[in-house]
């Protein structure tokens, strides 16, 4: 399974979101960006989506920003997934052979075409809650671009 950038930049923000707001401050893209080492610009349209998605809530201006909503900690990273353009798995070749599928198979297709059907029910029933109730310490450094 291969995830996209936008997915990495969504989880980690949201995630930091999560473990830095717990008193219902809005967090600036601006932290966000600094605190994981990732490009605002990026970072900022991703998170905006999430926005816009209703994952996180977020406001304008001096005391705006992004905070965590009812239905942020219920997202699961399937919904995650799809909403940050993850391709459907089912038609991708994991050698990225071009003809490949169920009459033309490559060397390697039933087998990645069972860890693709594992990953997308492990992500289809992870939520952010069960990855913030993991309670690690060093969690949030683990989200840190180096």
Not at 87 to 110: D, M
Request: proline share 3%; with cysteine; charged share 20%.
């Amino acid at each position: 399974m291969t995830l996209t950038k936008s997915f990495g930049y969504a989880l980690r923000g949201i995630l930091y979101v999560a473990l830095t707001g717990a008193d219902q401050r809005r967090i600036q893209l601006d932290e966000i960006s600094q605190a994981l080492g990732l490009p605002r610009y990026f970072l900022g349209k991703v998170m905006l989506r999430m926005a816009k998605e209703g994952i996180l809530d977020s406001g304008k201006g001096h005391n705006g920003g992004f905070c965590v909503n009812e239905r942020t900690l219920s997202t699961t990273l399937y919904q995650l997934m799809e909403l940050t353009g993850n391709p459907h798995e089912a038609g991708t070749c994991a050698l990225s052979l071009r003809k490949c599928n169920a009459l033309n198979p490559c060397p390697i297709h039933q087998e990645a075409t069972v860890i693709n059907a594992q990953w997308n029910a492990l992500f289809a029933h992870k939520t952010i809650r069960d990855l913030l109730n993991k309670n690690r310490e060093g969690f949030l450094e683990s989200l840190i671009v180096d």
